[in-house]
């Protein structure tokens, strides 16, 4: 089985996240990751770098101007710098920190790296995306979101055919859904 991974997920490490007007420690943390990660190690399991792929694949479901956004916050942060609620940010749950954008441009790359494996016949992959992405919309972050890694691989696969996700997180991928709402090429179902 090819697992592809990246530490690169660790540059995105707020302290804190805020939950009814209390700063409270950051849930999706890199540790969550980490613990994953040396368990396969454990069990003998080796891992796959992700490629680079252009950023032609993001802006394929998100809205230009919300990548730059990104982008240009992200890496206008000093470091221990973070920016909370603002243009293009649903929650208190989803800061922005000088790694963010490089996070979360990794974490696309890891999710097409495994869907190009499928796509040239690979059965399967385990893509460790961190940030995750489900939450992500079309131009706003939210539930520790930024790029919707998982819909933009089923976008970058439905030109090779029709494509189903499969979500069985905990809550609804409420991005997920709305980016392919209108659409007969990718299905969605999730199991929340």
Do not use: W
Not at 31 to 37: A, G, N, Q, T
Not at 83 to 97: A, G, R
Not at 121 to 148: D, I, T, W
């Amino acid at each position: 089985m090819n697992i592809i991974y990246t530490e690169n997920h660790k540059r995105h490490n707020p302290p804190f996240e805020i939950y009814d007007g209390v700063k409270e420690r950051y849930a999706e943390k890199a540790e969550r990751l980490d613990v994953i990660v040396s368990e396969l190690q454990r069990k003998g399991y080796g891992f796959t770098k992700p490629r680079r792929f252009p950023i032609k694949h993001i802006a394929s479901l998100h809205q230009q101007e919300y990548i730059s956004f990104i982008q240009r916050r992200s890496e206008g942060l000093k470091e221990n710098e973070v920016l909370y609620p603002s243009y293009h940010i649903m929650d208190t749950y989803t800061p922005i920190t000088p790694g963010t954008f490089s996070a979360a441009q990794s974490s696309v790359d890891v999710a097409l790296t495994g869907a190009t494996l499928v796509h040239k016949g690979e059965r399967v992959v385990y893509s460790l995306c961190r940030p995750p992405g489900h939450h992500a919309e079309q131009k706003e972050m939210s539930g520790y979101c930024y790029f919707n890694n998982a819909a933009i691989a089923a976008d970058y696969l439905s030109a090779f055919g029709k494509v189903a996700i499969l979500d069985v997180d905990f809550h609804h991928g409420n991005g997920t859904q709305n980016l392919f709402y209108e659409r007969d090429d990718v299905y969605y179902v999730s199991l929340d």
